[in-house]
């Protein structure tokens, strides 16, 4: 259990965002959520924490989210950078505005709260941070294509951060996932996972609460694939 932390949560209204917010407040953390329909601030409300209805693209917004819990609680222990959905288009046909915009939603919306939480978590002497990436950073598929370019930015970021932060207790690691049940079921990608399913959030959201927990506190700058076996490493 982890009675007394905080976790925040951005991009927390659905999905495997607002998965991670239940079970990390079923675990005993007190939870703030960041969500740009309004579904956060309500989640929030039911789970006993606050929430700020705003999005993950803004600094002022990161920051209401940042101070409010702050105000609220006086700590930050656990940072959860999920995110929405980002251009998609052939390759070639994806315009500069559109490469900026997969950068707003799939790395920079995940750089934001670390700038922010990370002074905090040093005054601490510790915390630790999860980026919800995606299956698809490494082995590229040509349908998200702004996802999977960010999102090994966000690898390679991750690398960096975990490698100045390690000595001050502050850890940082990515959840894959492949084919989860918040997004639309076709038989063609269920028969491409070696387990024969989808991946539900709430296993997405076992395995982010057991990365920022004291277990998982010799793991950092790691990139966890939970996909049923879509990828496998070397």
């Known amino acids: 259990m982890s009675e007394g932390k905080v976790a925040l949560i951005t991009a927390g209204g659905s999905g495997m965002g607002a998965a991670a917010a239940r079970r990390l407040a079923a675990d005993g953390y007190r939870v703030a959520v960041l969500s740009s329909s309004g579904k956060g601030e309500a989640l929030a409300k039911e789970l006993g924490g606050v929430g700020v209805t705003g999005s993950n693209q803004s600094n002022d917004d990161v920051k209401r989210l940042v101070d409010l819990a702050m105000a609220t609680w006086g700590r930050i222990d656990a940072l959860v950078n999920s995110a929405g959905h980002g251009p998609r288009a052939p390759i070639l046909e994806i315009s500069d505005e559109d490469w900026h915009k997969g950068m707003e939603v799939y790395f920079l919306s995940a750089v934001r709260p670390t700038r922010l939480v990370t002074p905090i978590m040093e005054a601490q002497r510790g915390g630790a941070i999860v980026n919800i990436s995606t299956a698809w950073a490494f082995e590229p598929s040509p349908m998200f294509p702004t996802s999977a370019v960010a999102r ?13 932060y390690a000595a ?12 989860i049940d918040s997004l639309p079921a076709t038989d ?28 998982a506190g010799y793991i950092t700058g790691q990139n966890i694939r939970v996909d049923g076996g879509i990828a496998r490493s070397v």
């Open 168 to 179: 001050k207790n502050i850890r940082m690691n990515n959840v894959l996932p492949g084919w």
């Open 152 to 164: 090994a930015g966000l690898a390679s970021f991750t690398k960096i951060f975990a490698d100045t």
């Open 188 to 215: 063609e990608r269920r028969d491409s996972v070696p387990m024969g399913r989808y991946g539900t959030s709430e296993e997405i959201a076992a395995t982010i609460a057991f990365l920022l927990s004291e277990g």
